[in-house]
Each structure stands twice: as C-alpha cells, then as structure tokens.
C-alpha cells in the first residue's frame, strides 16, 4: 500500500527542486549528477532524475546482491512501501550532497 506521508519524507519540497527533469543529464553518462541517496539495509539509491507527474526517479542502484551496481529506473510510491528484515523503511540521507554517478559509484 502507498503510503504519501513517507513518499513526503523521502521527496521533500527542498529535494523536489533540486531535481532536474527526466532525460536532462542523459548526455552526461558518468558525470550526471545525483541529488539525492535513499539507503534501506544493504540496497542504495541514488537519484538523478525525476518526474513528479509519473513518480518515476532515474538513477544508480547498489546492493549486496549486484554490488556493481545498475543504472535504471524506480517509482517513489513503491519505493516508499519497501520494509527491510525488522520492518524499517527506506530513507532518505540528508546529509547526502550532491556529486556525480562517478564519484558515488563504488
């Protein structure tokens, strides 16, 4: 079930202005820029590209299982509905400040 208060938490007014539209660094391969890290347990992601009509974030995942990672595309709402192991929910780092795909790839 989507749950909007956590999709707000995670997509705060601050993070959604800082986020270009989908497409605009698509040019830009390794030195596109990540604005926002969401993290739950062993899996990260990293936003580089929203849409706010579709909910559609393009970015970089990271987990234990493709510890390479992949580029593609997610949406909030389900993003926002992941439990981990214990029951804790994805979250966002604020603490994260924007650099490349290059510099956050492990």
């Known amino acids: 079930m989507w749950n909007a208060n ?3 938490m995670l997509l705060t007014k601050e993070v959604l202005k800082s986020l270009p539209p989908l497409y605009e660094q698509e040019e830009k391969g390794l030195e596109a820029v990540v604005y926002v890290k969401f993290f739950l347990e062993s899996w990260t992601w ?5 849409d706010p009509e ?3 974030m393009f970015g970089f995942t990271v987990s234990s299982l493709c510890p390479e990672g992949e580029l593609g595309y ?3 709402n389900e993003l926002a509905t992941i439990k981990g192991r ?3 929910a994805v979250e966002r780092d604020a603490w994260f400040k924007p ?3 290059a510099e956050c790839n492990p």
């Open 6 to 8: 956590h999709t707000q």
């Open 46 to 50: 990293f936003g580089t590209e929203y």
């Open 54 to 56: 579709t909910k559609q």
């Open 74 to 76: 997610w949406d909030m």
């Open 86 to 88: 214990y029951g804790n």
């Open 99 to 101: 650099r490349t795909l």
